[in-house]
């Protein structure tokens, strides 16, 4: 009786143990490709459906497999070409090309307007936000000539989807890519020096990371399933602990998280996360964690968004995960054109770009104007005084206090060239204007100026007429010499 009393008492601790897995964290320590353990930390999710049927033992059943998927990315193109293309950013481990669809009124075509981007199946057990990905595709084609918010969307955005960032795991039904690494933990971090290694990258990490060097995203958001939350940085902290970790932009990433929040059904109303946002280090720390990365080495606002309690919920749950999270992600997505500070950097001497920066006094982050029109998009809480700084090496650097409203704001920056000290000696001749002296003394001054040019123009001639007399005369080397090296001087 005693065996079976602790036997029953071993079932209850391990059942205790593994009932709770976490879109971001999984498994209660899971490893990176560096081999480096995270912990997460166990809570109560939020259910959207209450008590659910038991799944089909074939989970993956009534969702699109990789080559159905592949399919439908190419029959979008075709249908919806006017207001897309599509490409690959790279192959997974299997080979799997990694799709996208780009939707805009010209795709492909460099704008001076904000890129988004969403990344769905992050984790291959997660497949949620492939399927809501290809739905939100499909209902801007649809609705984008009839809606305003679908209209506001293609004409002033560039918006990137990518389906599934780890088609091998979802084949796999399991977290990680083909390699078992979780490709959440796969980035380097900012606080330990884990994943450094290149050679050592998974693929699809590879590929997320030119992307981002090739396109430059305004905001972005990656889609997971197993809790229902906005979460915004830091995911981790520097001693490991946790608790809450602002990031330099922590309000706007709270004003972005409650954009998603607030727009959804139900996740506003959670009784785990208040507002239903939280900070990732607040909720269990991560360390190679992809929105970090974005934040840090490519100015991309990046937010990690759990979007159904169950990680692989029934198929037929689908259209109504789609309906709680239909207006949010269109929310999100709007918010890079609705609000925060938009605009061009351009030279004063010759009126052509400049990719230069712009910083906030108080905030330690710079955002980046793009390489060829130079315009930069700012994300910034509302209703607050800011203080916008625009700057580039070689000019000098500008500095305008807004107010900044509801509304987003339109502020471009002419930045005057740092003059060189020959420059600053011909302003110094030429710009009357700050002489503060009379007509006539001015008059005199140009007069004297035309002077010495004459007399420059003169001794010049008579040197050069002293180099062909040195011929005859070598006595006089030495003295015409230094009478030319004094003419070049001056």
């Known amino acids: 009786m005693k065996l079976a009393f602790y036997l029953y008492l071993l079932h209850l601790g391990l059942s205790s143990l593994f009932g709770h897995a976490r879109a971001r964290g999984g498994e209660s320590r899971s490893l990176s490709s560096a081999g480096f353990a995270t912990d997460g930390y166990a809570g109560v999710a939020r259910h959207l459906f209450g008590e659910r049927p038991a799944v089909s033992s074939d989970v993956a ?59 769905g199946n992050v984790h291959g057990d997660e497949p949620v936000g492939r399927e809501l990905l290809m739905l939100l595709a499909n209902w801007i084609c649809d609705n984008y000539l009839k809606d305003p918010l679908a209209k506001m969307i293609v004409e002033n955005v560039h918006l990137h989807l990518l389906p599934s960032m780890n088609p091998d795991g979802f084949t796999l039904r399991r977290r990680g890519n083909a390699n078992n690494i979780d490709l959440n933990r796969d980035f ?77 059904r139900n996740m506003s109303l959670s ?63 709007a918010s890079v054109i609705k609000t925060g500070v938009h605009g061009r950097i351009y030279s004063s001497d010759s009126g052509r770009p400049l990719p230069g920066f712009v910083l906030i006094k108080g905030i330690n982050s710079t955002i980046k104007a793009s390489r060829g029109l130079a315009d930069y998009h700012r994300m910034l809480a509302p209703g607050a005084k800011y203080e916008v700084v625009a700057s580039m090496p070689g000019y000098k650097p500008k500095t305008t206090t807004i107010w900044l409203e509801e509304g987003a704001m339109t502020l471009d920056f002419i930045l005057d060239p740092i003059a060189t000290t020959v420059e600053n000696q011909l302003k110094s001749i030429c710009d009357c204007s700050c002489s503060g002296r009379s007509s006539i003394e001015l008059m005199g001054f140009v007069w ?28 006089l080397k030495h003295r015409q010499t230094g009478v030319l090296k004094k003419s070049i001087v001056v």
């Open 61 to 119: 059943r009534g969702y699109m497999t990789n080559s159905d998927l592949e399919k439908a990315v190419k029959a979008f193109d075709r249908r919806c070409g006017n207001i897309s293309r599509i490409y690959s950013i790279g192959k997974s481990v299997d080979g799997v090309p990694l799709w996208v669809i780009e939707i805009s009124d010209k795709p492909g075509i460099e704008e001076a307007e904000p890129a988004f981007k969403f990344v």
């Open 188 to 264: 380097p971090d900012q606080f330990f020096p884990m994943n450094e290694d290149i050679s050592s990258r998974q693929p699809e990490t590879r590929a997320i990371m030119r992307w981002l060097r090739e396109i430059h995203f305004t905001a972005s958001a990656s889609l997971h399933g197993g809790a229902l939350v906005a979460n915004y940085p830091w995911d981790g902290t520097e001693d490991r602990r946790r608790h809450y970790f602002a990031s330099p932009d922590d309000e706007t990433f709270r004003f972005m998280s409650s954009i998603y929040s607030r727009s959804h």
């Open 271 to 333: 009784k785990e996360f208040e507002g239903g946002i939280t900070n990732g280090a607040a909720w269990y720390p991560i360390y190679g964690g992809m929105q970090d990365w974005n934040y840090i080495h490519g100015g991309c606002f990046e937010l990690t968004l759990e979007i159904s309690d169950n990680k692989w919920p029934n198929a037929s749950e689908l259209p109504t995960l789609w309906e709680y999270n239909k207006r949010s992600m269109l929310n999100l997505v």
């Open 448 to 475: 004297n100026a035309h002077l010495g040019v004459y007399f420059l123009l003169v001794i010049i001639v008579l040197a050069f007429i002293c180099i062909l007399f040195r011929r005859r005369m070598p006595v």
